[in-house]
């Protein structure tokens, strides 16, 4: 059975990056799929930042574009989010999943990492 | 981007009834529409996919519909563990958007 893991900070200053990671056992990465990354923000608006496949290509939400690196590490079983220059805007619930593009719909989910924007 | 209304924000309900979640997209999305469930621990897991399938393991009370820029998902009879958020999303074109998300709440 496959699961994902965020882990990082949760509490990152105005201007810093935040990084994350999400750790996937029970699947390999690079076997298939793209791998997500989607942010829930107080309120509950939710928002799909980017992927990256399994071949390592990525695509980013326009929104973020400069803002945002997804990478990975194949030996390790893991992607990774960084988004560059955080405002508070950035408080949010990150989430990790696995986004098989047939049928289309990201069918494995992270329980989520917390992370606020404070100084 | 593809912008995903969805109606209404937050439903009271009572155990047993049915239910009906509205979500409408700004422009044709071809069926691409998927719904999620997230549960108040935070745990998001996938309802249905391409308008009307069922994602293996979830209940038959579930059903979606829709075609075109209006979608809905139905909850036929409210058991305990349905009173969650639910969020639909399409896929139709990139970037990925969800709707603003429907709080179902015990009446």
């Known amino acids: 059975e496959i699961q994902l893991q965020e882990s990082g900070p949760g509490l990152v200053k105005p201007s810093q990056s935040l990084s994350l990671t999400c750790s996937v056992t029970?699947?390999?990465?690079?076997?298939?799929?793209?791998w997500s990354w989607i942010r829930k923000f107080p309120g509950n608006k939710m928002e799909w930042m980017g992927y990256?496949?399994?071949?390592?290509?990525?695509n980013y939400n326009p929104s973020l574009k400069s803002r945002i690196s997804i990478t990975r590490d194949t030996s390790k079983n893991q992607f990774f989010l960084q988004l560059n220059s955080v405002t508070t805007e950035d408080t949010a619930t990150y989430y990790c999943?696995?986004?098989?593009?047939?049928?289309?719909?990201?069918?494995?989910w992270g329980q989520g990492a917390s992370v606020t924007v404070s100084s | 981007d593809i912008q995903m209304t969805q109606t209404p924000s937050s439903m009271p309900a009572s155990l047993g009834e049915r239910v009906t979640i509205s979500c409408r997209a700004s422009?044709?999305?071809?069926?691409?529409l998927n719904w999620y469930q997230q549960k108040p621990d935070g745990t998001i897991k996938p309802l249905i996919y391409?308008?009307?399938n069922l994602q293996s393991g979830v209940p038959s009370r579930f059903s979606g519909s829709g075609s075109g820029t209006d979608y809905s998902l139905t909850i036929s009879s409210l058991e305990p563990e349905d009173f969650a958020m639910y969020y639909c999303?399409?896929?139709?074109?990139?970037?990925?958007?969800f709707g603003s998300g429907t709080k179902l709440e015990i009446k």
């Open positions: 999943a696995r986004y098989p593009h047939y049928p289309g719909v990201m069918d494995a």
């Open positions: 029970g699947y390999t990465i690079t076997s298939g799929y793209d």
């Open positions: 990256i496949s399994y071949s390592g290509s990525t």
């Open positions: 422009q044709g999305i071809s069926n691409y």
């Open positions: 391409y308008t009307s």
């Open positions: 999303q399409q896929y139709d074109s990139s970037p990925l958007t």
